[in-house]
Every structure is written in C-alpha cells, then in structure tokens.
C-alpha cells in the first residue's frame, strides 16, 4: 500500500520521462500500462506470492501420498462434485485439509490418553490408519471393491483413492467417489461409537443417503442427475 501511494504520487511527465529512457540500467520500474492500471490488491498479491508456503495440509500429502502441491486444487473440488449432501461434503473437507480428529492428534493436544485406534486396539490412531490400514476396516474395503465398485469399472484401491478419491474422466459415475466417501463417514462413525464396521450397515446408510440426496435434488430440480447417478447403484446392487 505504500508503494502505490508512492506511485500515485509521481507526476505524470515524470512517469513519461521515466518511460522515454526505459533503458538505463540502474532504474527498476513496471511495464507502464502496469503502473497506470496498479491497484492496491495488485500489489497486495505480488507481496504475498514472495513469502506464501504450501498448506501443511498440502506438505502432509505430498510426503504420504506422493500428491504434488498443484494437484490438490483437484480434491478439494472432488466432494462438492461428489455429493449434495452437506453433511458428506464437510466430512471430506475435514480429511482434505487434514483437520479430521484422530486418536493421534487427540493424544498430541493432550485430550485424549492414548493415540490408540479405537478400532483394533494396537496400532497408533492416523489418518491413514483409521481409514485404509486397521485391520478392522479391511473388509469393508474389500467388500466395496468387489462388490459395490466393479459395475463401474473399479476392482482396486490404493490409499491415495481411499483418502482423497479418484479423479473420474466425463465418462465415469459420481457414485464411485461417493461409495468411498460414505464408506470413510461411515469408518469414522463406527470410531466414535466404538464398533466394529458392518458391510451390512454400509449399504443401508448408502440407502438412506440416496432418499436424502434425492429429496435435495427434487427441491433443486436434479432430479435427472440424481436418477444417473443412483440408478444402478439401487436397483441392480443395493436391491
């Protein structure tokens, strides 16, 4: 902000002036249609992108999951295309920006005693442990792939798919990533009451969710949406 006050202070013969012998070394100046056209957000940004850094968030991802910086602008879109639930978009917000409580960061701020999953008992409580690695949610996960994804062409995935998604082209279904999200909520909801996860009770809350989805869509006008995306999902799988 300082330096446009600079700026729009200089006499407009001495901005020209400075224009016609552009090519003296030492004078370190913006292109003129810049200066001109200079607002106080437009140096705000320029000042900021010298000293910003990635996300932790961002960091964290990059060192478990090998995702570049510039790819998770992807994810974070993924469940605001997902789902119209909003209950299921916070949920993978919470993940994406790395802010989900687990036991492990539970026990690091000291609310909890120990960063144990309250899943298998054993191992430490991570993001990545709770929802792809305890022993306790293998079978889920097992049972999505090869029963809920494979009529849309999924028969395997890998931690990367769990926690953040898959990266559909046009061609594929909505429903693939939200199978995994409502798997993940449900995971999560089996955590806090302290019980072990049931396939059984996955393809009801998969139930529920399309009567919710589909009471938003109708207020909405989606309903055609919402008929592609559940259709086979209800009446060939889930029937």
């Not at 030492?26 to 810049?34: I, N, S």
């Amino acid at each position: 902000m300082e330096l446009l006050g600079i700026i729009q202070c200089i006499p407009k013969q001495w901005k020209d002036y400075i224009y016609e012998y552009d090519n003296i070394d030492t004078l370190h100046h913006y292109e003129k249609d810049k200066l001109e056209e200079m607002l106080t957000r437009t140096v705000y940004k320029e000042q900021i992108d010298i000293i910003k850094q990635a996300p932790i968030s961002e960091i964290y991802f990059r060192e478990i999951l090998q995702i570049p910086t510039f790819k998770m602008k992807n994810f974070y879109i993924m469940p605001f295309i997902t789902t119209i639930y909003t209950k299921l978009r916070s949920f993978q917000f919470k993940i994406t920006h790395n802010i989900l409580y687990t036991n492990e960061k539970l026990h690091r701020i000291k609310i909890k005693d120990t960063p144990t999953c309250d899943l298998c008992g054993i191992s430490i409580e991570t993001l990545t442990h709770l929802l792809v690695e305890c022993s306790k949610v293998r079978e889920i996960w097992t049972k999505v792939e090869t029963e809920l994804l494979p009529p849309y062409g999924i028969t395997k995935l890998d931690k990367k798919d769990i926690i953040l998604g898959i990266e559909l082209n046009d061609k594929q279904n909505n429903i693939i990533n939200h199978i995994i999200l409502e798997a993940k909520h449900y995971i999560y909801v089996c955590k806090l009451e302290k019980c072990n996860p049931s396939y059984h009770r996955l393809k009801n809350r998969l139930k529920i969710t399309e009567i919710i989805e589909r009471e938003i869509a109708y207020k909405k006008d989606r309903l055609q949406k919402h008929n592609f995306k559940w259709h086979h999902l209800i009446n060939m799988v889930l029937e």
